[in-house]
């Protein structure tokens, strides 16, 4: 098994890489590596927003909620994930910002997975992109 194995803790592991535990940008030969989905483990402090929105989407995403009380904000229509196990799914071309109402987990699934959505210059994120 070897190589193609990997086991961690989404804690653990997403707060070594912004949340990110798997996607186009883990290394080459890493089975986190993949180009056809990307998942990301996100810890959100109370109060915390994306600095930008999300736009020009390509991807289609799934954002479950953990724990706590996250806003997604799609143009025309507010999201509020407020009961665990809360769920959103959006498509390519609808933009989209997030803010933690309150301290959250959230679980958040893209495919497929393409560089040129991070936000730069921002304060990097306890952890979603979403």
Known sequence: ????VYVGNAGDDGAADDGWLLGHFKPYGDPRHSEDV?????????GQERAAWV???RRTALLVLVSGRFRVELPGRSVLLERRGDYVVWGPGVDHSWLAEEESVVLTVRWPSVPGYAVTG???PSTLDG
């Open 122 to 124: 921002a304060p990097p």
């Open 38 to 46: 990307e998942i990301k483990w996100g810890v959100h402090p109370a």
């Open 1 to 4: 098994m070897g190589d193609s």
């Open 55 to 57: 736009t020009g989407e």
